[in-house]
């Protein structure tokens, strides 16, 4: 009797209930009375049971009133597991953060350039790595190389003088070299400071004034484009060697007493070549000291990089665009090294 009083109470209510509550209520029961008709001793919700109530949740507010095989809060229970499963998946496909790996191939290529070019430091490997169009910074090569510690204060010397007047400066200056006899030969030399370009490069064992003096007519054959020639007070720089000096128009500007660095573009010059190719040969007489020169002078303004040029050279050296194989060309017997890709 308290069952069919309850089932007539329940049908009045459900006449004044709306048509999409009525529709739902009827699909949640439909639901759990499959459920309850297979075969298992013990019904067992599927992943599909769970997400049908997960979404039942979200669409229906009065959807507990019709559950029947589990509590509510282990439909709540559902949706959070859910929610932890999304969010780890967006996790695991995001994109990596971070400090991004040196390939395999670039470390390799900057091993392959210590060893064959023992000389070289990070800034010389990086302007090679830029050349054959790989971006990477020079700290991550220092990384790898773990060099030991530089003055940042070699590269500041001279840096505003040579931005605001590099175009009208040209610098002359001397060096010896040993002979396999024991001798001493002379080299002399003219650098340009705009883009380090050697104007005139010669060797001899007697540097007189006259010497001197014809070198520079070779190194400014016309009208001279510089405005400023500096020298050190060696005295093979005499009197005679300023006059022609101002004949050409240019005007002479020596370095104060035991000031090399004030002629720095030329000592340094100086010191990579002694570097990169006396240091590592024997002259044995003035012809093969000048093929040497000869051959680093091409070199010097057609493949080294320069830390003064942005790692650019003299010349004007193309950075790669290809992506084949790297290829390896000598230079100077072996010395140093040339790195293109292959077409």
């Not at 298992?40 to 979200?58: A, E, M, N, Q, Y």
């Not at 009208?168 to 040993?178: H, K, T």
């Not at 064992?205 to 510089?226: D, G, M, N, V, Y």
Request: glycine share 6%; hydrophobic share 40%.
């Amino acid at each position: 009797m308290f069952r069919f009083v309850r089932l007539c109470f329940g049908m009045l209510g459900r006449l004044f209930r709306g048509r999409r509550s009525l529709l739902l209520e009827n699909l949640a029961l439909r639901q759990q009375l499959v459920t309850l008709k297979r075969r298992h001793p013990r019904p067992s919700l599927g992943l599909l049971d769970k997400l049908f109530w997960v979404i039942t949740r979200r669409v229906w507010p009065d959807w507990k009133h019709s559950l029947i095989l589990v509590t509510p809060e282990t439909v709540v229970r559902w949706h959070r597991s859910g929610f932890r499963m999304y969010w780890r998946l967006i996790s695991k496909v995001r994109r990596q953060v971070g400090r991004r790996t040196t390939p395999k191939e670039v470390r390799e290529l900057i091993f392959r350039m210590i060893s064959e070019n023992p000389t070289w430091g990070a800034p010389r490997i990086h302007g090679e790595l830029r050349m054959l169009g790989f971006d990477l910074s020079e700290r991550t090569i220092s990384r790898w190389m773990k060099p030991g510690p530089r003055d940042p204060d070699r590269a500041k010397r001279w840096l505003a003088f040579l931005r605001n007047h590099r175009e009208a400066i040209a610098a002359m200056d001397f060096f010896a070299v040993p002979t396999i006899s024991f001798g001493v030969l002379y080299c002399f030399l003219v650098i340009s400071h705009s883009r380090r370009r050697i104007l005139h490069v010669n060797v001899t064992k007697h540097p007189t004034s006259a010497w001197i003096i014809q070198q520079l007519r070779e190194a400014f054959p016309f009208e001279a484009s510089h405005k400023y020639l500096i020298f050190d007070r060696d005295q093979k720089f005499g009197l005679e060697v300023i006059a022609a000096v101002k004949a050409t128009r240019i005007i002479p500007k020596r370095t104060s007493f035991r000031s090399p660095w004030q002629n720095g573009v030329a000592e340094r010059w100086v010191g990579s070549c002694r570097r990169d190719l006396l240091d590592h040969i024997v002259a044995l007489n003035e012809r093969h000291l000048k093929r040497l020169l000869s051959d680093y002078v091409r070199y010097h303004h057609e493949d080294r990089t320069h830390l003064g040029l942005e790692k650019g050279t003299p010349d004007g050296r193309i950075r790669s665009v290809a992506s084949g194989q790297v290829l390896a060309q000598e230079r100077l017997g072996g010395l140093h090294h040339r790195y293109d890709r292959a077409a």
